[in-house]
């Protein structure tokens, strides 16, 4: 039997402001969508009938079933089977309750499907859309602790797992499809999204990472960013390996700041040793991801000096460095011709 | 190796900086809270009775009323749950006489304890809690145990289901069993029960004491309204006559106490305990606590370091468990120990900034001092926060900037949305279609 609620024309919305005008078809509350009730003092709220016509408590969930107006649906009890249950409201108060019968406390909420939860998560990566930071999915994973019990851990585990991986490798190292330790069991990942859905999370940034058995080791299905849109900005082995180089320079050139002033030979020595750094940067190999960078050469160098470059800053040298960094083995198109 | 004939050689090294001279560390830096893991501790021993009798049974005496309890302004019938706004009576304790033995018994009642009361205004009923009171046994200093990860545990542990003084004598009406205890039968009768409605399961154990005339335990076998069936015939009739009681008791191997029984009483170091194994209800829809009297006591928490923030260097798992537990109930041990020094095989250090609490907040204030160090890379919340998210992205971002030049990253978790919420919480009426 379907339930009448009827609300009143004003509520508290969630962020505590009173006497807002309550419109369930402006909510968009529609059919299919869980009705949560609650009442202090009354258990069960609704009983049923089972299957000896026996009156029972009901312990399945409500539906709305029909939206009349602004303040008035109509909802049903469904069964753990998803059969519709016959409840009706329970009359009976225990001890000591002092409810009134019929006024309870509802909310409604809209179950998300897995094509709008993808959605939610995507649009979570587009507003980060920066290549510094990574959304690593899935939100939760299992560990079997030192008792071999499982336990739930969220996601920010497989974070510290994903850093101590990457700092493990050097800077260049691509992690699409490097295994790492991580949870013994993923949540919300391959085996809850289809392929097509986790194509969705990786092409918005999110750095979607899966796994092939429970306790195999875990790895990126694509090392992105959440900056999607620029290919060497959505790729986390070049935005680190362009780090590194930075980082290196810094402290290649620091010991020789304020020290020294602007002459021709400082410059001269600032770009021989920029250009021996790259030299180094290019020569030294390591396997799978090769060296750090693929080229680089100093373009050039200039400062406030002997009258010339006035549009610079006095006391600034500009160190322009060009630099092709490696690119990860994502694709190939083999072409295959028949004779 | 090949033979070399002593001698004089110079090897000509054609030096170049090149980057491992200058190899810059890119550390992951886990942030967050860093918590003292007790598992499992006894807080109480098995030992002998009575002392692990927590309860007496007050629920089946009669007792009077003290003077100043009256403020509950009793009406017959009602069972009045005591709340942490009452006050009880100038003295907190009211003393009970116990109808049958005449023993006066002090009675400190706290919250959650309930009183009815008969139609003379004097209690009919007691459900006191079986209270334990113990300390957190390790704290470090400054610590706050989390109340919502304390477990409380009884282990080996008797639970008293039933404990009636009457219906175990038999009743006979000429020469025909109705009652109670009639050696040579395998069940037993008693009409004024529903041991259905109370809840009486298989495996259950009834108990009869000798002095009652009885031989002691009968395991149940089967269960129906009135009757009880046992594993083993009865051994000895309970002669009719006084009025002998009997007690049904249920064991558990380990039993964890509701949180809702300790929540309200955990303070910054004790812990006080209502040790019940369940409440049920009786046929007027009344609670019926079933209380422990015995088992040992375990409890696990844990708590948050207040003496253990800041940032801290680490070079291997082992280091990080010399000094905090590697347990999931403390994420940035095991975050540490099980994620990132498990990934890395302990080949490269890492840092932790432990955080004073476990706040978006502090999440927040870490990243101030976090700008200031240039070793960090990797930066890892151990939230899920969409506060603590978008602020560590936010300082990534402006860390990387050239003004500053601290190039670093982030690496981040968000908790999957499967429900939105488009009405909240509101307050309505309902009628069943008609």
Same mark, same amino acid.
């Given at each position: 039997?379907?339930?009448?609620?009827?609300?009143?024309?004003?509520?508290?919305?969630?962020?505590?402001?009173?006497?807002?005008?309550?419109?369930?078809?402006?909510?968009?509350?529609?059919?299919?969508?869980?009705?949560?009730?609650?009442?202090?003092?009354?258990?069960?709220?609704?009983? +049923?009938?089972?299957?000896?016509?026996?009156?029972?408590?009901?312990?399945?969930?409500?539906?709305?079933?029909?939206?009349?107006?602004?303040?008035?649906?109509?909802?049903?009890?469904?069964?753990?089977?998803?059969?519709?249950?016959?409840?009706?409201?329970? +009359?009976?108060?225990?001890?000591?309750?002092?409810?009134?019968?019929?006024?309870?406390?509802?909310?409604?909420?809209?179950?998300?499907?897995?094509?709008?939860?993808?959605?939610?998560? =995507? =649009? %979570?990566?587009?507003?980060?859309?920066?290549?510094?930071?990574?959304? %690593?999915?899935?939100?939760?994973?299992?560990?079997?602790?030192?008792?071999?019990?499982?336990?739930?851990?969220?996601? +920010?585990?497989?974070?510290?797992?994903?850093?101590?991986?990457?700092?493990?490798?050097?800077?260049?190292?691509?992690?699409?499809?490097?295994?790492?330790?991580?949870?013994?069991?993923?949540?919300?990942?391959?085996?809850?999204?289809?392929?097509?859905?986790?194509?969705?999370?990786?092409?918005?940034?999110?750095?979607? %990472?899966?796994?092939?058995?429970?306790? =195999?080791?875990?790895?990126?299905?694509?090392?992105?960013? +959440?900056?999607?849109?620029?290919?060497?900005?959505?790729?986390?082995?070049?935005?680190?390996?362009?780090?590194?180089?930075?980082?290196?320079?810094?402290?290649?050139?620091?010991?020789?700041?304020?020290?020294?002033?602007?002459?021709?030979?400082?410059?001269?020595?600032?770009?021989?040793?920029?250009?021996?750094?790259?030299?180094?940067?290019?020569?030294?190999?390591?396997?799978?991801?090769?060296?750090?960078?693929?080229?680089?050469?100093?373009?050039?160098?200039?400062?406030?000096?002997?009258?010339?470059?006035?549009?610079?800053?006095?006391?600034?040298?500009?160190?322009?460095?060009?630099?092709?960094?490696?690119?990860?083995?994502?694709?190939?198109?083999?072409?295959?011709?028949?004779? | 190796?090949?033979?070399?004939?002593?001698?004089?050689?110079?090897?000509?090294?054609?030096?170049?900086?090149?980057?491992?001279?200058?190899?810059?560390?890119?550390?992951?830096?886990?942030?967050?809270?860093?918590?003292?893991?007790?598992?499992?501790?006894?807080?109480?021993?098995?030992?002998?009775?009575?002392?692990?009798?927590?309860?007496?049974?007050?629920?089946?005496?009669?007792?009077? $009323?003290?003077?100043?309890?009256?403020?509950?302004?009793?009406?017959?019938?009602?069972?009045?749950? @005591?709340?942490?706004?009452?006050?009880?009576?100038?003295?907190?304790?009211?003393?009970?006489?116990?109808?049958?033995?005449?023993?006066?018994?002090?009675?400190? $009642?706290?919250?959650?304890?309930?009183?009815?009361?008969?139609?003379?205004?004097?209690?009919?009923?007691?459900?006191?809690?079986?209270?334990?009171?113990?300390?957190?046994?390790?704290?470090?200093?400054?610590?706050?145990?989390?109340?919502?990860?304390?477990?409380?545990?009884?282990?080996?542990?008797?639970?008293?289901?039933?404990?009636?003084?009457?219906?175990?004598?038999?009743?006979?009406?000429?020469?025909?069993?109705?009652?109670?205890?009639?050696?040579?039968?395998?069940?037993?009768?008693?009409?004024?029960?529903?041991?259905?409605?109370?809840?009486?399961? @298989?495996?259950?154990?009834?108990?009869?004491?000798?002095?009652?005339?009885?031989?002691?335990?009968?395991?149940?076998?089967?269960?129906?309204?009135?009757?009880?069936?046992?594993?083993?015939?009865?051994?000895?009739? @309970?002669?009719?006559?006084?009025?002998?009681?009997?007690?049904? $008791?249920?064991?558990?191997?380990?039993?964890?106490?509701?949180?809702?029984?300790?929540?309200?009483?955990?303070?910054?170091?004790?812990?006080?305990?209502?040790?019940?194994?369940?409440?049920?209800?009786?046929?007027?829809?009344?609670?019926?606590?079933?209380?422990?009297?015995?088992?040992?006591?375990?409890?696990?928490?844990?708590?948050?370091?207040?003496?253990?923030?800041?940032?801290?260097?680490?070079?291997?798992?082992?280091?990080?468990?010399?000094?905090?537990?590697?347990?999931?109930?403390?994420?940035?041990?095991?975050?540490?120990?099980?994620?990132?020094?498990?990934?890395?095989?302990?080949?490269?250090?890492?840092?932790?900034?432990?955080?004073?609490?476990?706040?978006?907040?502090?999440?927040?204030?870490?990243?101030?001092?976090?700008?200031?160090?240039?070793?960090?890379?990797?930066?890892?919340?151990?939230?899920?926060?969409?506060?603590?998210?978008?602020?560590?992205?936010?300082?990534?971002?402006?860390?990387?900037?050239?003004?500053?030049?601290?190039?670093? @990253?982030?690496?981040?978790?968000?908790?999957?949305?499967?429900?939105?919420?488009?009405?909240?919480?509101?307050?309505?009426?309902?009628?069943?279609?008609?």
């Amino acid at each position: 039997m379907a339930i009448v609620v009827t609300l009143p024309q004003t509520y508290t919305d969630e962020t505590g402001t009173p006497g807002v005008v309550l419109d369930l078809l402006d909510m968009q509350v529609a059919i299919g969508d869980e009705v949560i009730a609650l009442a202090a003092g009354v258990d069960p709220i609704f009983t +049923t009938k089972d299957a000896l016509d026996v009156e029972v408590a009901f312990t399945g969930k409500l539906y709305v079933t029909q939206v009349v107006s602004e303040q008035v649906f109509h909802m049903e009890g469904y069964n753990a089977d998803g059969t519709v249950a016959l409840i009706k409201i329970n +009359t009976t108060v225990k001890a000591g309750a002092t409810i009134n019968v019929g006024t309870v406390t509802y909310q409604i909420v809209h179950l998300l499907s897995r094509n709008d939860q993808v959605a939610d998560v =995507a =649009a %979570v990566a587009t507003a980060f859309g920066s290549k510094r930071v990574n959304l %690593v999915w899935p939100d939760a994973g299992i560990v079997i602790d030192d008792q071999g019990n499982e336990q739930l851990v969220n996601g +920010t585990f497989l974070c510290a797992a994903l850093a101590g991986a990457k700092s493990a490798y050097p800077a260049q190292q691509s992690f699409t499809n490097l295994g790492f330790p991580g949870p013994y069991k993923l949540r919300h990942s391959n085996d809850y999204f289809t392929k097509l859905q986790m194509d969705d999370l990786s092409a918005a940034g999110v750095n979607v %990472v899966v796994q092939d058995a429970d306790g =195999a080791q875990v790895y990126s299905r694509h090392q992105r960013t +959440t900056d999607a849109a620029v290919f060497e900005n959505s790729e986390l082995s070049i935005v680190t390996a362009v780090d590194k180089v930075s980082l290196d320079l810094i402290e290649t050139i620091k010991p020789f700041m304020g020290k020294y002033n602007i002459t021709q030979n400082f410059l001269n020595l600032v770009d021989e040793m920029s250009t021996q750094y790259l030299f180094s940067a290019k020569s030294q190999q390591a396997p799978m991801c090769g060296s750090l960078i693929v080229d680089g050469k100093v373009e050039g160098i200039r400062a406030q000096f002997n009258g010339q470059n006035l549009d610079l800053a006095p006391g600034v040298i500009e160190l322009t460095i060009g630099c092709e960094f490696p690119k990860p083995a994502n694709y190939v198109n083999i072409k295959l011709l028949i004779s | 190796m090949a033979y070399l004939l002593p001698g004089v050689r110079v090897e000509q090294i054609l030096r170049r900086p090149n980057a491992n001279l200058v190899e810059v560390d890119m550390l992951p830096t886990i942030v967050g809270p860093v918590y003292r893991v007790v598992r499992n501790r006894k807080m109480r021993s098995q030992g002998t009775l009575p002392i692990y009798r927590f309860i007496a049974n007050w629920d089946v005496f009669t007792v009077a $009323l003290c003077p100043g309890a009256a403020i509950l302004r009793p009406r017959t019938g009602d069972f009045y749950t @005591i709340t942490n706004t009452d006050t009880i009576a100038p003295t907190a304790a009211i003393s009970v006489n116990v109808g049958t033995v005449g023993v006066p018994v002090n009675v400190s $009642l706290k919250a959650g304890d309930s009183v009815m009361f008969d139609g003379t205004a004097w209690i009919k009923k007691v459900t006191m809690g079986p209270v334990y009171t113990f300390g957190f046994p390790i704290l470090d200093p400054g610590a706050k145990p989390d109340p919502n990860s304390t477990e409380i545990w009884l282990k080996d542990a008797w639970a008293e289901w039933i404990s009636t003084t009457t219906g175990a004598n038999l009743a006979v009406a000429g020469t025909v069993y109705q009652s109670g205890f009639l050696a040579g039968q395998n069940f037993f009768v008693d009409k004024t029960r529903n041991f259905l409605q109370d809840g009486v399961k @298989i495996g259950d154990r009834l108990w009869v004491g000798e002095v009652k005339g009885g031989n002691g335990y009968y395991i149940i076998d089967k269960v129906e309204q009135n009757t009880l069936y046992f594993r083993n015939d009865v051994y000895k009739t @309970i002669p009719a006559g006084a009025a002998v009681g009997y007690s049904i $008791l249920r064991f558990y191997s380990a039993f964890q106490i509701d949180s809702l029984d300790y929540l309200t009483y955990v303070t910054t170091d004790t812990v006080e305990v209502d040790i019940f194994a369940h409440v049920t209800y009786d046929q007027n829809n009344n609670p019926v606590s079933h209380p422990f009297y015995s088992g040992e006591v375990e409890v696990s928490y844990r708590a948050l370091r207040a003496d253990f923030v800041g940032l801290k260097r680490y070079v291997s798992s082992l280091e990080v468990e010399a000094v905090m537990e590697n347990d999931v109930w403390n994420p940035m041990g095991f975050a540490l120990c099980r994620g990132t020094f498990a990934a890395n095989g302990n080949a490269r250090p890492a840092l932790a900034y432990c955080l004073a609490e476990d706040t978006d907040s502090a999440y927040i204030d870490a990243l101030a001092e976090l700008a200031t160090y240039k070793k960090t890379y990797i930066l890892v919340p151990l939230t899920q926060s969409s506060q603590v998210t978008n602020a560590f992205a936010a300082h990534v971002v402006h860390m990387s900037e050239q003004a500053s030049s601290y190039f670093r @990253i982030a690496m981040v978790s968000r908790k999957l949305t499967t429900q939105k919420t488009l009405l909240p919480t509101t307050i309505g009426t309902m009628t069943n279609l008609v």
